[in-house]
């Protein structure tokens, strides 16, 4: 049997990581000089609070190739097959690890590259544990996730620039100009890459722009969607509610996004997997 694991970078809320069987190795961040494993020493909300009060932006690790063989290695000694589902190796060299360690343990393990963050990434990882618990194939699996990895769109809004700022992708002066006229940006993912989407002046066009994406997505057919947030459950919400309008039997799954995603997103930021 199939069994998946993930990094828990996917943002896909605990309860249904346990309730479909996904196991997953922890992520490492670093907040003023002091380091957590994500949702093991360290909930979302509590990062998001030490991320607001930090003067500088926090740091995030891949798991080691020694943790990611360990699991490996306990799947294996029941029989079963493990097929890991990572976040984008453009993003952090999970992928990487994650190869080593299936080297490390034998090579049975599978290593898939999400080419994805947060949600993006969690949408691909429960299609493949649904279809591992009704008994599937790592082949039919993988050829379900990788037409999900083609088809998801991946919207990054950012309600704010501090953490770009803190990065130094945007100097100060940018910055304030950009609050100054309230400028506001979306992000997208393309092949793995966060890029530029669209910058928008004013709260109502930002907002009108993602409800054009989710207009765009409901023709396409699509019944999975996914929502994660740093400390905006409201917005969440509403763009859930916009989905569900539109497609009344779509599953949307609504989460908070936690660290290893949330230092780039920043406080009020939120992620769309369409």
Not at 72 to 100: D, M, V
Request: with cysteine; net charge neutral; proline share 4%.
């Amino acid at each position: 049997m199939v069994k998946v694991v993930t990094d828990s970078s996917c943002d896909l809320p605990l309860e249904l990581i346990e309730s479909n069987g996904i196991t997953f190795v922890p992520m490492n961040v670093v907040v003023d000089g002091r380091s957590y494993k994500e949702d093991i020493d360290i909930t979302p909300r509590e990062f998001w609070k030490l991320m607001s009060e930090s003067k500088t932006l926090p740091k995030t690790s891949q798991p080691s190739p020694g943790e990611f063989a360990d699991i490996f290695n306990s799947i294996q000694s029941e029989g079963n097959t493990p097929l890991c589902i990572t976040i984008s190796s453009k993003l952090s060299g999970t992928y990487q690890s994650a190869q080593i360690g299936a080297q490390l343990s034998g090579n049975r393990a599978v290593v898939f590259d999400s080419l994805a963050g947060s949600l993006s990434h969690g949408i691909q990882v429960i299609t493949a544990s649904r279809m591992a618990l009704q008994g599937k194939s790592v082949d039919e699996i993988l050829h379900t996730i990788e037409e999900c990895r083609k088809n998801v769109r991946i919207i990054i809004p950012l309600l704010t620039l501090e953490n770009i700022i803190k990065g130094g992708r945007l100097s100060k002066f940018q910055g304030g100009l950009a609050n100054i006229l309230n400028i506001r940006i979306i992000l997208h993912g393309v092949e793995g890459e966060v890029k530029l989407y669209k910058k928008l002046r004013g709260s109502n066009r930002f907002r009108q722009a993602i409800i054009d994406l989710i207009d765009e997505a409901s023709r396409e057919g699509k019944k999975l969607f996914g929502i994660t947030h740093v400390d905006n459950p409201k917005d969440a919400g509403y763009f859930a509610d916009e989905i569900k309008k539109r497609i009344p039997e779509a599953e949307v799954i609504v989460g908070t996004m936690g660290p290893t995603i949330a230092t780039y997103a920043g406080i009020g930021g939120l992620i769309l997997a369409l």
